[in-house]
């Protein structure tokens, strides 16, 4: 037996809506079942969801109902130890919309699928708690367990929300027991769905606030990091690119002192908000052509963090290795506290010392990469190319 307790995620919000949820949970069950008994069990089976033949208020009723005091328990649990932090998240109104809409939604798979009645908070409650695991999937989990003997322990929310909550009770521990009928699997599966779906959906199209551990941010730095490892297989060609006025003799970009005039700086919103379309279209090498334009007009401005990445790697790829040492170098200045940037200064590094032949320019880089890298491939990759180049430079590697 495993369960939840809690997590270390932190509310930068009372989550008043979920406390209002919770007694909402509490209040219907005192009334109907503790107070009401069999005197109110005609309006409580009024209430539940039909499957053979619903009523458009119950697939928001039934919500609300609860078997016993056992099923309401462990409902409320799931919901007070996921809920608190989805609900801070995305604020009251539209905490309380999303619960709703998920558990209206589990009903309707549940209905398609079933004939029996249905009730309980579940599918909410199973929408909720994927809600969190997009919007906290790094976060840990605090559990109690006893098989043997009793414990507590933290888990990474992947793991407990995917493998324990969705997996093994939802899919393989029904199959494994298929006479356990009295559990609606297929509210709790179409509620992950849905709270997979719209709260990533909500994320991507910024009507939550985003976060860089949420999971979309998540999934964008995997790409950012398969584009910087597509970039570091690129083949040995050209020692030279275009656009030798980019670099100083050291590799670096030349800075530029004198002011930009408000024509110039006209232009140069104009040329982001181009390239971004290029961008957007997949025109990569329109992309590098406009960024080209923007460069000369506006030296000391860069893109946005992902935009300057992808137009850095493009460059790279595309082996204008200078241009693209200048891309990165205005990346690195602006955007230094990213998460990829260890990774970026190894890409720099070897572009400085194996296509550039910049070896003192690329030193500095390796060096900053090896102290923040953590994979071990990429940290021995390092440390090779920064004692070849302390051989080149009359150094000794640490």
């Known amino acids: 037996m495993i369960i939840p307790i809690g997590t270390d995620s932190p509310l930068d919000r009372r989550p008043v809506a979920n406390y209002a949820l919770i007694g909402a949970n509490l209040l219907v069950f005192l009334v109907l079942d503790w107070l009401g008994g069999a005197a109110l069990a005609p309006l409580k089976d009024?209430?539940?969801?039909?499957?053979?033949?619903?009523?458009?208020?119950?697939?928001?009723?039934?919500?609300?109902?609860?078997?016993?005091?056992?099923?309401?328990?462990?409902?409320?649990?799931?919901?007070?130890?996921?809920?608190?932090?989805?609900?801070?998240?995305?604020?009251?109104?539209?905490?309380?919309?999303?619960?709703l809409a998920s558990g209206v939604f589990a009903g309707?798979?549940?209905?398609?699928?079933?004939?029996?009645?249905?009730?309980?908070?579940?599918?909410?409650?199973?929408?909720?708690?994927?809600?969190?695991?997009?919007?906290?999937?790094?976060t840990n989990v605090s559990i109690i367990y006893w098989f043997l003997f009793i414990g507590h322990l933290q888990i990474p929310s992947m793991i407990i929300i995917l493998l324990k909550i969705v997996l093994w009770d939802n899919i393989i521990s029904p199959a494994l027991d298929p006479q356990a009928t009295n559990v609606a699997y297929s509210a709790h599966l179409a509620g992950y769905f849905f709270g997979f779906g719209v709260s990533l959906l909500m994320l991507w199209l910024r009507a939550l606030p985003r976060s860089p551990f949420d999971i979309l941010s998540l999934i964008w730095r995997a790409y950012q990091r398969h584009s910087l490892v597509?970039?570091?297989?690129?083949?040995?060609?050209?020692?030279?690119?275009?656009?030798?006025?980019?670099?100083?003799?050291?590799?670096?970009?030349?800075?530029?002192?004198?002011?930009?005039?408000?024509?110039?700086?006209?232009?140069?919103?104009?040329?982001?908000?181009?390239?971004s379309?290029?961008?957007?279209?997949?025109?990569?090498?329109?992309?590098?052509e406009l960024y080209q334009q923007f460069v000369e007009v506006a030296p000391r401005q860069v893109l946005s963090r992902q935009q300057q990445l992808d137009i850095a790697n493009q460059l790279m790829t595309d082996r204008h290795y200078v241009l693209a040492a200048g891309a990165y170098e205005a990346f690195l200045r602006h955007y230094a506290d990213t998460p990829d940037a260890e990774q970026v200064h190894l890409l720099l590094g070897i572009v400085y010392a194996r296509y550039l032949e910049q070896?003192?320019?690329?030193?500095?880089?390796?060096?900053?990469?090896?102290?923040?890298?953590?994979?071990?491939?990429?940290r021995q990759q390092c440390q090779e190319w920064l004692s070849q180049v302390r051989d080149v430079l009359g150094g000794d590697a640490d």
């Open 277 to 288: 379309q290029a961008l957007g279209r997949n025109d990569r090498s329109g992309a590098v």
């Open 108 to 138: 309707l798979g549940y209905a398609w699928l079933n004939v029996h009645s249905l009730l309980g908070a579940s599918g909410s409650i199973a929408a909720v708690t994927m809600a969190y695991l997009v919007l906290f999937p790094r």
């Open 359 to 378: 070896y003192a320019a690329a030193e500095p880089h390796f060096r900053q990469a090896l102290e923040r890298l953590s994979d071990p491939r990429q």
């Open 230 to 275: 597509q970039a570091l297989r690129s083949p040995a060609a050209q020692a030279r690119a275009r656009y030798g006025d980019m670099a100083r003799t050291d590799g670096r970009a030349e800075p530029h002192t004198k002011p930009q005039a408000p024509e110039q700086l006209d232009e140069a919103d104009a040329l982001k908000a181009r390239i």
């Open 46 to 99: 009024r209430l539940t969801l039909h499957a053979d033949e619903p009523r458009l208020f119950e697939f928001v009723t039934y919500q609300f109902l609860h078997g016993d005091g056992i099923h309401l328990f462990f409902n409320m649990l799931f919901l007070w130890v996921f809920g608190n932090s989805v609900n801070a998240r995305m604020g009251h109104v539209a905490y309380v919309l999303f619960y």
